[in-house]
């Protein structure tokens, strides 16, 4: 899927949510899709989440033991796979990056959709910002802050005050 299109969905959802700030309330976003979160305390360290599709029960699972950071990453990807309509049943996100088009889509709606790019420009517009800053702002770390600034060329842009490398 194209990234545009993903972009789409993602500000889609933002505009019918009403979300005009960081960080994006991802309960509110699972709520919508009638899609609980439920956090796992006995998942394995290598598994991050997934959404559970069992009889009667479709929910997105969160490693209890990751850190925020993480577990809000994930309930991210997890939202991308169900919404971009992956076949979620045989999906289980484990911490290491898997190289496959279903996972590249649902890190990048998780991207989207955490540091939306007209929230993120307002920012960077407004303020001086350094990763760490930013990072905490949205709850995310400070690794996936830079990997968004760089893929929507937001870093030394001399376009924005923003960040400076």
Not at 4 to 28: F, M, N, S, Y
Not at 108 to 121: C, Q, R, T, V, Y
Not at 150 to 161: H, Y
């Amino acid at each position: 899927m194209e990234i545009q299109k993903i972009r789409h969905k993602v500000d889609i959802i933002i505009e019918k949510l009403g979300i005009k700030d960081a960080p994006t309330p991802l309960e509110k976003v699972a709520d919508f899709f009638a899609l609980p979160i439920i956090y796992y305390p006995k998942f394995p360290d290598s598994v991050s989440g997934t959404v559970v599709q069992e009889e009667d029960l479709l929910a997105i699972g969160v490693n209890e033991k990751h850190p925020r950071v993480r577990q809000r990453f994930t309930i991210a990807h997890e939202l991308g796979h169900y919404i971009l309509g992956h076949d979620t049943s045989k999906i289980l996100d484990d911490k290491f990056d898997k190289n496959s088009d279903k996972e590249r889509e649902a890190n990048k709606f998780a991207s989207e959709l955490l540091m939306p790019i007209e929230i993120l420009k307002r920012d960077l517009s407004n303020k001086k910002w350094n990763i760490p800053a930013l990072a905490k702002r949205y709850v995310v770390s400070e690794q996936a802050m830079t990997i968004r600034l760089m893929e929507a060329n937001l870093i030394n842009n001399p376009n924005l005050q923003g960040i400076d490398n």
